[in-house]
């Protein structure tokens, strides 16, 4: 099993859809989780950060569930504006290395 | 307040030839990393910097990769020979805290060896 799996889609969406990604993970250490956007071509920029049961930002919803090793993001009314791809990184091991799923790739179209 | 930087943004190589790579961390961010992203595949860490001291080199694919952070600001990656399935996108990122903090990821240095 890989240490960090995601759902590479794409998630074809129309706007002011709700979007649901899951990120499993092994490491049941782990402590922190975060999910990155990445736009193509670009470098990874934080989202969310998710330290104990979830966060909210506005339209974005991340929830753990550490019993079943997953974080998921929820959007609401999807924009034109978040198609990217959504990386889950998950500290891992004894020194916490960031481990990256392989991303999720949302197209949400007019 | 100045992101991340890499430098270059674009190198083309031949086989056996070497580069450098170039990161410059957020000002005051002790923890810098490397990473890898290989066409088709996720981003693989390399290794983590606290400082000038490399705190975690798990992540380094053989000796022809050379990480170096003198003074602790910013850092090079040197790949000596390099070979063609050195060809991805780098990425730095540095961080104020541990590896469990949020990182911040410069553009990347798109390598490609032909």
């Known amino acids: 099993r890989k240490e960090v799996e995601q759902d590479p889609g794409p998630f074809n969406v129309p706007e002011g859809a709700t979007v649901a990604f899951n990120c499993t993970y092994s490491?049941?250490?782990?402590?922190?989780f975060f999910w990155y956007r990445q736009d193509c071509r670009k470098e990874p920029k934080l989202l969310m950060s998710?330290?104990?049961s979830g966060n909210e930002d506005g339209r974005f919803t991340a929830q753990l569930n550490r019993a079943s090793q997953y974080i998921s993001l929820l959007i609401r009314d999807s924009k034109l504006s978040d198609s990217a791809t959504y990386l889950c990184?998950?500290?891992?091991?004894?020194?916490?290395?960031?481990?990256f799923g392989r991303g999720t790739s949302l197209i949400v179209h007019p | 307040e100045a992101g991340v930087t890499q430098f270059p943004s674009h190198s083309v190589i031949e086989k056996g030839q070497t580069v450098t790579l170039r990161c410059d961390p957020i000002?005051?961010?002790?923890?810098l990393y490397w990473y890898r992203r290989v066409m088709g595949k996720e981003i693989k860490f390399l290794l983590h910097f606290v400082k000038e001291s490399k705190q975690d080199e798990s992540g380094m694919p053989n000796n022809r990769f050379l990480a170096e952070r003198t003074g602790g600001t910013y850092s090079t990656l040197k790949v000596q020979p390099a070979e063609l399935e050195d060809s991805g996108v780098y990425f730095c990122a540095s961080s104020l805290w541990t590896t469990k903090d949020t990182q911040y990821f410069g553009p990347g240095t798109r390598l490609t060896v032909l």
């Open positions: 998710v330290y104990s």
């Open positions: 990184v998950v500290p891992s091991g004894g020194s916490y290395i960031p481990t």
């Open positions: 490491n049941s250490a782990s402590q922190s």
């Open positions: 000002s005051g961010h002790d923890n």
